[in-house]
């Protein structure tokens, strides 16, 4: 069984910082690429930003430069930094992570999400 939990979501004035947490725990044998999307209400999922197991990232044109995607190996968590906080970032954060089982079998694992606001 393998669970990822996000953490650090919650009420920001425009313009604030929040950081977001996620920790995969369970049976891991390694973890490929983890990434962050949100959903906000009425809208589709998109991708937020993403880091390989190299650390190479890549961020939505829409959080460049405000957001920042990092990774800690030994913990199996990712964390997105978020600065200069607008309105339009309110949404649910899901993370996600692709995560090796065993030497050969890899799938996708989803966290239940944390909610952002920002709002004066």
């Known amino acids: 069984q393998v669970q990822l939990v996000e953490s650090g979501g919650g009420l920001v004035q425009p313009g604030g910082s929040l950081r977001l947490s996620c920790a995969a725990s369970g049976s891991i044998f390694g973890i490929n690429g983890m990434a962050w999307y949100r959903q906000a209400p009425g809208k589709e999922r998109e991708l937020v930003a993403r880091i390989s197991s190299d650390r190479s990232t890549n961020y939505a044109d829409s959080v460049k430069g405000r957001f920042t995607i990092s990774r800690d190996n030994a913990k199996n968590t990712v964390y997105l930094q978020m600065n200069s906080l607008k309105p339009e970032d309110t949404a649910v954060y899901y993370c996600?992570?692709?995560?090796?089982?065993?030497?050969?079998?890899?799938?996708?694992?989803w966290g239940k999400g944390t909610l952002v606001t920002v709002s004066s």
């Open positions: 996600a992570a692709n995560i090796l089982t065993s030497h050969y079998y890899a799938m996708d694992y």
